[in-house]
């Protein structure tokens, strides 16, 4: 079945610990991307990838850090993580960047304390 | 920059009765595609439709269809013979087709639907 894994699903987490959020796709598709989710914001862009070793920041990098070293997987990482960073977060894949159709995981709802 | 606007946070609808979501857009660019997703309480994103900008002819999925009017950057999506599973938060979104290069894709900040029994 195709589909974007993100884990953990849930996660409550201290100021300051460092965290990981994994991403991975088993559709062999080239772009992939982080959103995250606030009431009344919508989905805003945070980091995406081109393909493997290209990365770029999107409207909303401040604070996190992403690696693409294998087509397949796009962690996004939370270095010192901030109550501000209290949000629903989501990967997404396509297959191009020209691609229309996105694939989007499941979603991980992260609570800083 | 583009902007993605939904003018209404909440609409609610008469099960089997027809509702229209808006959504506007504001861009510099003639080509681009423009999005409907549907959000359920699963927190899923599904997407419902696309539309090409290039296509004047309005896209149709079954009970889901659009009217995009390029030269008001307008996108409303309307759902017919509404279902109770059509509640959901509805999000609008805008891709470019900027070839070579970053395609970024702009949300709207979400209508949530309640369809009523």
């Known amino acids: 079945e195709a589909q974007v894994t993100q884990n953990p699903r849930y996660l409550i987490t201290v100021t300051g610990k460092k965290l990981t959020v994994t991403c991975s796709q088993n559709?062999?598709?080239?772009?992939m991307s982080w959103y995250r989710q606030d009431p009344g914001l919508g989905l805003r862009q945070i980091y995406y990838?081109?393909?493997?070793?290209?990365?770029d920041k999107g409207d909303v990098p401040e604070g996190y850090k992403v690696s693409r070293k294998e087509k397949r997987n796009f962690p996004l990482i939370l270095e010192s993580p901030s109550p501000n960073q209290t949000s629903l977060y989501f990967c997404?894949?396509?297959?191009?960047?020209?691609?229309?159709?996105?694939?989007f995981g499941q979603g991980t709802r992260l609570t800083v304390v | 920059a583009q902007t993605v606007t939904q003018s209404q946070p909440e609409m609610s609808v008469q099960e089997a009765e027809t509702v229209t979501l808006s959504c506007t857009y504001d861009?510099?660019?003639?080509?681009?595609?423009l999005f409907w997703y549907k959000q359920p309480p699963s927190r899923q994103m599904i997407l419902v439709i696309r539309?090409?900008?290039?296509?004047?002819q309005n896209a149709t999925e079954n009970r889901f269809s659009v009217n995009f009017q390029k030269a008001a950057k307008s996108f409303s999506l309307k759902i017919s013979d509404s279902q109770l599973g059509d509640a959901a938060m509805y999000f609008c979104?805008?891709?470019?087709?900027?070839?070579?290069?970053?395609?970024?894709?702009?949300f709207g900040t979400g209508t949530k639907l309640q369809v009523i029994p």
């Open positions: 997404a894949s396509s297959l191009t960047p020209m691609n229309t159709e996105a694939f």
């Open positions: 559709m062999n598709h080239e772009y």
């Open positions: 990838s081109m393909n493997v070793e290209v990365t």
């Open positions: 861009t510099s660019e003639s080509d681009y595609y």
């Open positions: 539309q090409e900008a290039y296509k004047q």
């Open positions: 979104a805008y891709r470019s087709t900027r070839r070579g290069g970053y395609q970024k894709v702009t």
